[in-house]
């Protein structure tokens, strides 16, 4: 990896590892690596491959101590920005915090969408319920806070904003993010008849369509 | 035509289980199955199922069940009062419930889970490998209730290689043996000192998803949130208010409270049988 001392193994028990690294990008970049290396044979045995937010959890690993060892030799290299098709999600922007999240931005109601559909996202981790993705992307200027008390239920379909994060929900739940939107049809989100039953995958881009009009 | 179990009585929760769901925890899957693994690869050797077959899990309170075929059931796990139409039966070793007889596993007398299996195994449809019910994300078949009924799986044509097996008691104390966690030097020395000598207690808000335990709270040095990050089955995780948790098999798989120690796989079965009140202890190991 690039200078310095870009990434950390933590211990976790007898038969995981936590590798830490500096931000969002390079946990993308070597979560990729992982990935690329399984698919090549070249990953010792390797049960779960967890990102989180700056950390890739290895879990399932008989002998950590190894692969530590063999990680901290790695080369892994930069991500490509546009590689790959992105997932495009349909959403009206409608949620009903669409005013707070407006005053935040310091634009118009009409505007939120606008902005927020303009940018292309990534999938940095799941979590929270199965096909949930926390998505980054959004410019450090508009990242807003969770609310101090969470809703008791949340709609599935329903777009939030938490912090550098963007979601939306593929079951109803109780939760904080702030809303601004809805995907109509949420189950394509989560659905158990597909092989890959999550649309949102860690390391996926997706793109949000803004669709009818203003509301 | 397939056998199937009605579910007479349901108990306090009673859930189908077996070796649970591996390699999705990136979707936010977690792993789920038995929380006494030992527990559920004994009852199924017993009814010669399968080590991983689905099985009943019930929480204190047991379950009541009628077949209706004939079939060769072991209640085992935490030790409670088994009978068959109302007569008393073996517990811990396999018992022939005739058709349309009501099985009754009932209330413990120690432990908190007790393992019903039968001799070809639940056959509720599998989801992502596993027939396990997942409270937290609500995969897998839903909690047990009066009148479910339950598909068995075809029963192996020979008898049952064993009939009687030594069950380990349920723990009077819960030791936990404790290896480094990722996030321990986001806690005071004191803090590390504590958590290996002091005395906690299971809390009554366990549950399968974590240990809780009361004791004296843990101080960190480093406060401000933890970015969310993969959490593995024996974390010990300590939120807030200082009181570890240790995650169990339906425990989510990201989480955004700092893990100052993890507990091995092999002792978090005598952890699913530590009744309320039971003390702990953390060893380094």
Redesign the interface.
Known sequence: MTAGRPLRV???????L?V?LPDAERTGAFHAELLRRRAAGTLPPV???????????L??VPHPEELARRIAGWEVPARATDEGEAVEIPVRYDGPDLAEVAALWQVGVDEVGVRHSAYTYRVA????????G?LTGLPAELHVPRHDTPRTRVPAGALGLAGPYSAVYP?ATPGGWRLIGTMPDPAPLWD?TRDE??LL??GTRVRFVAEGGAP | MTATLTVVRAGALTTVQDAGR????????PRSGALDAPALALANRLVGNAPGAAVLETTLTGCALRPDHTVTVVVGGAPCPVTVDGRPAAWGVPVRVPAGAVLDAGGVTAGVRSYVAVAGGIAVEP??GSRSTDLL???GPAQLRPGDVLPLGTAAPRTPPAHVAPWPAPPTVLPLPL?????ADWFTATALRTLTAATYRVSQHSNRIGLRTEGPPLDRVRTGEL?????????VQVPPDGRPVVFLHDH????GYP?IG????AALAAAAQAAAGTPVRFTPG
């Open positions: 933590r211990p976790a028990g007898r038969h995981a936590l830490e049960e779960e491959i967890v990102p989180g937010a700056r950390t890739v959890l879990d399932g981790f799941c979590g929270f319920a199965p096909g949930f926390y079951r158990l039953p999550a995958t860690p | 591996r390699g999705h925890a990136h979707l936010g899957v989801v992502l994300s609500g995969l290896r480094p966690g990722p996030r970015p969310s990050e993969g959490m593995m089955l024996g974390a989510p798989t990201t989480g893990v993890v507990v091995p796989e």
